[in-house]
């Protein structure tokens, strides 16, 4: 296992006292377009007579859409913030995300109109904050950072696919912005558990991210009241 030695020489400062109300999850690209067979990425993978190229991926984000659920249901309950991230492009062909997210659309398998959908078992209740980027990062295409500073949210709780790609990015880019992150273990996939695995002690190393499981942040969310009047 990979591990930078720079690390074992410093110490974080520490942390401020969890918030809830200064606490938001990020839910990121669990929409059609890349999240489930129907979607287009599925609809590729058989235009290209290789149907089950990508079904560990549908298979492992099958497997964390409870997880998330779970805990976007205990944020709502809570007073967290839940905010829903997708792809979700100006123009037909996606000549605007490239190239960081598409190949040539007008090329390849074209997008529909269900691609932008979040998947129903994780989709937004209310008037839950929408952000659509054309990049990997969302912070690189989206108001995000300003969004989180109008209501003073200090922590980001991050979830979604895939798990060294579009959620590291923007992991690593809150994290740079000071805002404290925390990458949950299992509300986060990726095309293979290889890759997942990898990224996790990737982005834990130093523990500048944290890396923690659902029941651990639902365990944070009960316990805050009483931490908060101590």
């Known amino acids: 296992m990979a591990h930078d030695p720079y690390y074992d020489l410093i110490s974080l400062p520490p942390e401020p006292p969890f918030d809830p109300s200064r606490t938001a999850l990020l839910t990121i690209d669990l929409q059609y377009l890349d999240a489930h067979p129907s979607g287009w990425m ?4 058989r235009d290209q007579g290789k ?24 944020c709502r309950v809570h007073g967290v913030e839940v905010i829903h991230i997708r792809v979700a492009y ?3 062909n996606g000549r605007d995300g490239r190239r960081a997210l598409s190949a040539d659309l007008a090329n390849v398998t074209p997008v ?3 691609d932008n959908d979040f998947l129903e078992e994780v989709a937004p209740v209310g008037d839950e904050i929408v952000i659509d980027k054309t990049s990997a990062g969302t912070f690189n295409s989206t108001a995000l ?3 989180l500073r109008n209501m003073n949210i200090n922590r980001l709780w991050v979830t979604g696919i895939v798990t060294e790609g579009c959620v590291e990015i923007t992991a690593r880019d809150a994290a740079d912005r000071g805002f404290l992150v925390t990458l949950v273990r299992d509300g986060c ?9 990898d990224a996790l002690q990737r982005m834990g190393d130093g523990d500048l991210i944290k890396v923690r499981t659902v029941e651990d942040l639902i365990g944070d969310l009960v316990a805050a009241p009483a931490m908060a009047g101590d």
Do not use: C, W
């Open 145 to 147: 950072d300003q969004i």
């Open 112 to 114: 529909d109109d269900r």
């Open 189 to 197: 996939a990726s095309s293979t558990h290889v890759a997942h695995e």
């Open 42 to 45: 599925g609809r590729l993978a």
């Open 90 to 92: 100006r123009t037909r």
């Open 51 to 74: 149907p089950d190229h990508l079904k560990e991926r549908f298979e492992f984000i099958q497997e964390i859409l409870p997880n998330v659920r779970r805990l976007q249901d205990a």
